[in-house]
């Protein structure tokens, strides 16, 4: 199995998850209508890391937590 090195954090992620918080930030900034250069879509990106980093490693909790997340400016 390929790893990932997140160079700013440390953490190793395998192949398959870089590719499942992909397609999660993916279906989030098509939901919200987000440019996926935006200052919002890079605030999600940032919130799956962390979050994975914490242990949140399910595809539905990380969704769940998309879904719910603050986004700038609101």
Same mark, same amino acid.
């Given at each position: ?12 992620? @395998?192949? $398959?998850?870089?590719?499942?918080? +992909? /397609? #999660? =930030? ?11 250069? @935006?200052? $919002?879509?890079?605030?999600?990106? +940032? /919130? #799956? =890391? ?25």
């Amino acid at each position: 199995m390929m790893k990932l090195h997140y160079s700013m954090c440390g953490a190793v992620l @395998s192949s $398959e998850h870089v590719s499942m918080m +992909r /397609g #999660l =930030l993916k279906e989030h900034c098509e939901n919200r209508q987000y440019d996926r250069q @935006s200052a $919002e879509a890079e605030d999600a990106a +940032r /919130g #799956l =890391l962390w979050w994975y980093q914490n242990g949140v490693t399910e595809q539905e909790r990380l969704r769940h937590l998309l879904a719910i997340s603050v986004v700038r400016g609101s």
